[in-house]
């Protein structure tokens, strides 16, 4: 049986300005970051021995993972499609702020964004997740319900709102 596994689905091209400036500038820093990793990487080799020098194995691995994220954002960035215009409407699209009521009362805001720049911790979801998938095109003070993982759960949008 071999290791084959189809590839994910293809995600959403969209991406606010701030995002993009956010990914155009962690290439940046990629590329700079690389140059420091290399050269770390060439005195680790002048050292003789590589199969048992750690720091040679070290930054071999990290100079990968760098590489490998360059490629991708290389590819991807070209693909993406800034969205700036910003909705004069009480619905849900690209980019608003809804604040969502819970069935037991508590209070929650997201961003609607694209899944280049999703962060839980500010509060910014894909457009491609299923809760936000289910708040597109809704209004203020419309129901959504949402299952995952045969849990029910319950949202009154309360706000919404575009910067």
């Known amino acids: ?21 956010a990914l155009r500038e ?19 080799a002048a050292e003789g021995d590589r199969s ?8 071999k691995k990290e100079l990968g993972g760098i590489d490998y ?4 954002l290389q590819k991807r960035m070209p693909n993406l499609t800034v ?11 690209f980019g608003a702020w809804v604040s969502l009521e819970k069935e037991d009362g508590e209070e929650v805001e997201y961003r609607i964004v694209g899944p280049d720049e999703t962060d839980t911790k500010t509060g910014f979801i894909s457009m491609d ?6 708040l597109l095109k809704k209004s203020l003070d419309d ?5 995952l993982q045969g ?3 319950d949202y009154l949008i309360t706000g919404i709102r575009y910067n």
């Open 26 to 44: 962690e290439l940046k820093m990629l590329w700079l970051r690389r140059r420091d990793v290399v050269k770390a990487l060439s005195a680790a």
């Open 1 to 21: 049986m071999g290791r084959w596994k189809p590839p994910p689905p293809k995600s959403s091209p969209y991406i606010t300005s701030t995002g993009f400036e």
């Open 52 to 59: 048992e020098n750690a720091e040679y194995i070290y930054r």
């Open 69 to 72: 994220r360059i490629r991708y």
């Open 143 to 147: 129901e959504v319900t949402l299952t």
């Open 129 to 134: 997740s299923p809760l936000a998938k289910a």
């Open 151 to 153: 849990e029910r759960t």
């Open 83 to 93: 969205v700036t215009d910003n909705p004069t409407t009480e619905r849900v699209f």
